[in-house]
């Protein structure tokens, strides 16, 4: 039931998959891989947009596709689904997980969710400036060494790390595929239970499919229903029973192991190293965020900005000057002299005069709407 090992696809390239949260900078990573060779379509049957380009990363070519942000392998999305049906299908060689390093636990269950496919992994920190901002230190080494996939400090939209990515995706190709979670309090056991029973052959280890079912997802389930010999009948009705013997719903047991697992694995992983930087912009919004200050720099706001800069200045002095000294005294005669040789009444009349689309129309454009 294992997942077949990375191979390169079609023209030598590596096909590669950036997977992560939303706003954790896939998309500035897939840039920075990519440059100008991409391809946006939507997914078959979906309106979702799935990104698809062609680049270089040390001695690879590379195939790579920016899935929709997605917080989990169970879908609550559309967005969700089309991630989810691109990595069980396997097409990847490689996934590479986008993680808002300050955000860490938070990112990291998906990452054991991710090590249940059974797919080369690479594990990217992202945005290392902000965590490092906040004072906090992460022990990247340990991390790696304690998930078993290579663990990759970036800083994507300053092309930071991207040597180490290289590093990174050679080490995960060439090593063993990743070890695979094991969940306490009888959900691993309730996983392994329906395992055993799929004996068809996936993109990805049959971990995953076999978690995903336990929670009752519709994909996965139909994923096992087309694929198995019986249907799925034995695979669907051990996942029942399994589910049952859990005490509680089966997606969230799973959730709640998979958050306790990733807090022992971030056990002195992360460390409050300095008093975090208090940049002027967040002192500004602290200020903005608290009626006492809040209110007086609204009612400024208010005041300068819309009465004395828009009313006063814009819609008052300024269209007062294009008006008079710039249109009526210079561009309208000049407009007039050009169109007085033009023997056509009608003529004249649309472009210049009273209501002509120059004098008038663009006196207005620019000095009312402009």
């Not at 992360?270 to 919004?285: C, E, F, V």
């Not at 009608?346 to 209501?355: H, K, N, Q, S, T």
Request: aromatic share 6%; hydrophobic share 45%.
């Amino acid at each position: 039931c294992h997942g077949p090992t990375a191979t390169a696809s079609e023209g030598g390239r590596l096909r590669v998959a950036l997977v992560g949260n939303p706003n954790v900078g896939k998309s500035v990573l897939f840039n920075r891989l990519t440059g100008a060779y991409v391809v946006v379509s939507n997914y078959p049957g979906t309106s979702v947009a799935l990104a698809k380009g062609h680049g270089h990363l040390g001695a690879h070519a590379l195939e790579v596709v920016d899935t929709p942000g997605a917080y989990a392998l169970v879908p609550g999305t559309e967005e969700e689904r089309v991630t989810q049906a691109h990595i069980l299908s396997g097409e990847a060689d490689l996934l590479v997980h986008v993680v808002d390093a300050k955000n860490l636990p938070r990112g990291l269950p998906f990452t054991l969710q991710l090590l249940e496919c059974g797919r080369p992994l690479v594990l990217a920190l992202n945005m290392m400036d902000e965590m490092e901002s906040l004072g906090v230190s992460v022990e990247a080494a340990l991390l790696e060494e304690r998930l078993g996939i290579p663990v990759v400090p970036m800083v994507a939209v300053r092309g930071q790390g991207l040597d180490s990515l290289a590093e990174a995706l050679d080490r995960a190709l060439a090593g063993p595929l990743p070890p695979r979670p094991h969940y306490p309090n009888g959900v691993g056991d309730a996983v392994g239970r329906v395992r055993s029973r799929l004996t068809a052959s996936y993109g990805v280890d049959a971990q995953a499919l076999a978690t995903l079912v336990l929670q009752g997802d519709t994909g996965a389930t139909e994923m096992v229903r087309a694929r198995e010999p019986d249907g799925g009948a034995a695979a669907l009705d051990e996942a029942r029973q399994a589910a049952a013997s859990l005490g509680g719903p089966a997606v969230y047991r799973v959730a709640f192991e998979r958050q306790h697992v990733a807090r022992e694995i971030l056990e002195d992983v992360l460390w409050q190293t300095k008093p975090p930087h208090t940049s002027y912009a967040d002192r500004l919004g602290r200020w903005l965020s608290r009626p006492l200050t809040g209110v007086p720099i609204l009612l400024a706001v208010l005041w300068l900005g819309l009465y004395q800069f828009v009313g006063v200045f814009g819609a008052g002095t300024l269209v007062d000057l294009i008006e008079g000294p710039l249109f009526e005294a210079r561009v309208n005669p000049f407009l007039e002299r050009l169109f007085a040789g033009i023997p056509w009444e009608w003529i004249r009349e649309l472009f210049v005069g009273e209501y002509g689309m120059l004098t008038l129309g663009l006196r207005y454009a620019v000095a009312i709407i402009l």
